[in-house]
């Protein structure tokens, strides 16, 4: 089992920044692909970045490319969502999630583990 654990949800400014962080616990490890999701007010849940333990790959959707990075800290157990630029059409639930195999996917269903989610949203 692995426990995740997201932080750093606010109000921001449009224009402005935020650093979500993800604190895994249980049975971590190197194998583990981590990743961000979002869902938006009454829209389905959306796929925002994903690395894996090693960070050897990235991937971010095309919504977030290039203001949004993901990054990870393997000492601490933690993921970062550092976001830039921030728009009020990133108004979401962020969602952290793992999943056991060391290959990226996009899809939700692909990942076993999330987080509680934090809720993220940017003013006009």
């Known amino acids: 089992q692995v426990q995740l654990v997201e932080s750093g949800g606010g109000l921001v400014q449009a224009g402005g920044s935020l650093r979500l962080s993800c604190a895994a616990s249980g049975r971590t490890g190197s194998t583990y692909t981590m990743a961000w999701f979002r869902q938006p007010p009454g829209k389905e849940r959306e796929f925002v970045a994903a690395t894996t333990w090693t960070g050897d790959s990235t991937k971010e959707a095309d919504s977030v490319k290039g203001r949004f990075t993901i990054s990870r800290d393997n000492a601490k157990n933690t993921v970062y969502l550092q976001m830039n630029s921030l728009k009020p059409e990133d108004t979401a639930v962020y969602y952290c999630?793992?999943?056991?195999?060391?290959?990226?996917?996009?899809?939700?269903?692909?990942?076993?583990?999330w987080g509680q989610g934090t809720q993220v949203t940017v003013s006009s």
């Open positions: 999630a793992a999943r056991t195999i060391a290959v990226l996917t996009t899809t939700p269903t692909g990942y076993r583990y």
